[in-house]
């Protein structure tokens, strides 16, 4: 089965929300602005792990970004590469 437009923006408004959402105003801007500039780009199975990473602990997340800990194997990895590449362009 193939992903609708529609379903896909559905989603990446939902995402959006969750990640503007999260309880601390710090999980926030890391993953909202990171949601804002780059959802809109991603195909159904990136949104579908993107999802999986919203999943994860905040502190967990906010680790594997800053490099204290390490993301385990499979599908949230590129997603999580792809989260401090930007947020190292946005601060440099």
Not at 8 to 17: A, G, H
Not at 53 to 76: K, N, Q, S, T
Request: hydrophobic share 40%; charged share 35%; proline share 4%.
């Amino acid at each position: 089965m193939h992903d609708l437009p529609d379903q896909l923006n559905i989603e990446r408004k939902r995402l959006r929300f969750r990640s503007w959402h999260r309880g601390t105003r710090e999980m926030d801007l890391l993953l909202g602005r990171f949601a804002d500039q780059r959802l809109d780009a991603f195909d159904g199975r990136a949104l579908r792990a993107y999802a999986a990473l919203l999943e994860e602990a905040d502190p967990d997340i906010y680790d594997w970004v800053c490099g204290r800990g390490e993301c385990p194997e499979g599908e949230l990895r590129p997603i999580v590469a792809a989260l401090t590449e930007f947020h190292s362009s946005i601060s440099s």
